[in-house]
């Protein structure tokens, strides 16, 4: 059984997760969020491979395309999250639960 302090700022961080979820789908579920997130993805090629066979390896640029990479693919993830109305947001739906 959590403490009733852990339970509190567990319940304090899935609040502001929502909020930051919530905020992700407000800024890029729109037309121009759309076509930014079309434009990161023609910039930085993130639909290709970070490692290009038939090319000298170069490790910097892999680290480098797999961090511009791993941008968009944090974008993605906090849109596939479900949104919940502010005013909700103070009874999460999920259960913090300790192991």
């Known amino acids: 059984m959590m403490a009733p302090e852990d339970k509190s ?7 502001e997760r929502q909020r930051l ?3 992700y789908h407000r800024v890029f ?15 930085f ?7 290009l ?3 000298d390896f170069n490790p910097v640029v892999a680290a480098l395309r797999d961090g511009q990479r791993g ?5 993605e993830t906090m849109l596939r999250r479900p949104v919940i109305a ?4 103070e009874t999460p739906k999920r259960k913090v639960i300790k192991k």
């Open 29 to 43: 579920n729109t037309k121009d969020g759309a076509l930014i997130i079309a434009d990161i993805k023609h910039q």
């Open 71 to 75: 941008v968009l693919i944090h974008i």
């Open 86 to 89: 502010d005013g909700d947001i």
């Open 21 to 23: 979820t919530n905020a």
């Open 45 to 51: 090629a993130t639909d290709s491979q970070v490692f």
């Open 9 to 15: 700022a567990a319940l304090k961080r899935e609040r």
């Open 53 to 55: 066979p038939g090319y």
